[in-house]
Nanobody, 120 residues
Framework: QVQLVESGGGLVQPGGSLRLSCAAS????????MGWYRRPPGKQRELVAL???????NYADSAKGRFTISRDNAKNTVSLQMNSVKPEDTAVYYC??????????????WGQGTQVTVSS
């Protein structure tokens, strides 16, 4: 199995910054895409940002210009730098990874989620 563990959530004021991190561990042969999703209160889970193994990012419109996704392939980690946060960024944020395990079996794993609350 492949486990994802997130860290870095918390309470932040509007206009502030927060950095989320996620580390993957377990029987990993390779990780293709890694990403961040979020579930706002009372809403469905939505994509925030994805990054390929080559480092190419893709962002939801709501994240463009404010959030930056990055990854360290050697450490199997992905981070999300959140700047100029807004109250509507309040959500549980989930890390996601898609790749192959040692046995060359495909996997998709999710983290347990970390709460981000934007409020004054």
């Amino acid at each position: 199995q492949v486990q994802l563990v997130e860290s870095g959530g918390g309470l932040v004021q509007p206009g502030g910054s927060l950095r989320l991190s996620c580390a993957a561990s377990g029987s990993i042969f390779s990780i293709n895409a890694m990403g961040w999703y979020r579930r706002p209160p009372g809403k469905q889970r939505e994509l925030v940002a994805l990054i390929s193994s080559g480092g190419s990012p893709n962002y939801a419109d709501s994240a463009k210009g404010r959030f930056t996704i990055s990854r360290d392939n050697a450490k199997n980690t992905v981070s999300l730098q959140m700047n100029s946060v807004k109250p509507e960024d309040t959500a549980v944020y989930y890390c996601n990874a898609v790749g192959y395990r040692d046995s060359a079996v495909a996997f998709e794993s999710w983290g347990q989620g970390t709460q981000v609350t934007v409020s004054s």
